[in-house]
């Protein structure tokens, strides 16, 4: 773990593994709810770092983070929210052929392992989500797509991600979910936040019926 002074109220961490990033992520929510940790304004996790943005104690959040003991993340922990995917993307054939399954199997293995949200980024609601055994990553396309339709389930790297508008893509696209990623309306505006775990479940053709689907909320404020 490396500490890393960004500006002059700011401390990137700096790690080996995603998995240690996640982990770091979560231990210094839980210090920041408890109060334990100096103040800061913004914590925003990477693939492999987390900054922390804006604090009035530097020198304290430094010394408090030098002390931390973290350990792995559980595979429980976190929110779990379900979205259901028709596996219909446009790339799913070659993604089958790359895995070496059917597209039918594509469907099984991508809905059969829990995901954890790693990180946010490229626009407002895209989370890019950890799950996949490493036999299962594959490469971007060769030729980004100049539009990707909203709700276009995706893969790339050993990432899987939903693309929350229509925007440029270069990612595999093997379904399509109806579920809004970002609402202004909401609280939080994304549906999808780093830590949380996610299940797609398989629907049938895409007819419309599941618009707007999600998971409910159980009595530990979990949603499933």
């Known amino acids: ?33 408890e109060g334990t940790l100096a103040p ?15 604090t009035s104690d530097l020198p304290a959040l430094h010394t408090a983070l ?29 993604v089958a052929e790359m ?25 407002p609601g895209f989370a890019y989500m950890t799950g996949l055994d490493e036999r299962y990553h594959v490469p971007r396309r060769d030729e980004p797509r100049t539009t990707v ?12 991600g939903i693309y929350p508008r229509p925007s440029p893509g270069g990612w595999q696209l093997i379904g399509t979910t109806p579920v809004r990623l970002w609402d202004l309306d909401r609280r939080p505006a994304t549906l999808l936040a780093p830590g949380t775990r996610v299940r797609f479940v398989p629907q049938g053709p895409a007819d419309g ?5 999600v998971g409910r909320t159980n009595a530990e404020g979990a949603v499933v």
Request: aromatic share 6%; net charge negative; proline share 7%.
């Open 40 to 54: 800061v304004r913004e914590i925003v996790p990477g693939e492999k770092t987390v900054l922390l943005y804006g």
């Open 66 to 94: 030098r002390r931390c003991s973290v350990s792995p993340l559980a595979t429980d922990s976190g929110p779990l929210v379900e979205i259901p995917v028709h596996y219909n993307g446009a790339d799913l054939p070659a």
């Open 1 to 33: 773990m490396r500490l890393l002074p960004v500006g002059e109220d700011s401390l990137l961490i700096d790690l080996d593994t995603p998995q240690e990033a996640q982990a770091w992520h979560a231990e210094i929510l839980r210090r920041h709810g």
């Open 99 to 123: 895995w070496g399954v059917s597209e039918d199997d594509v469907a099984r293995v991508h809905s059969g392992v829990e995901h954890r949200v790693a990180f946010s980024g490229f626009a």
């Open 149 to 160: 339709p909203a709700g276009s389930v995706a893969v790339a790297g050993h990432y899987t």
């Open 209 to 213: 019926n599941s618009a707007g689907c």
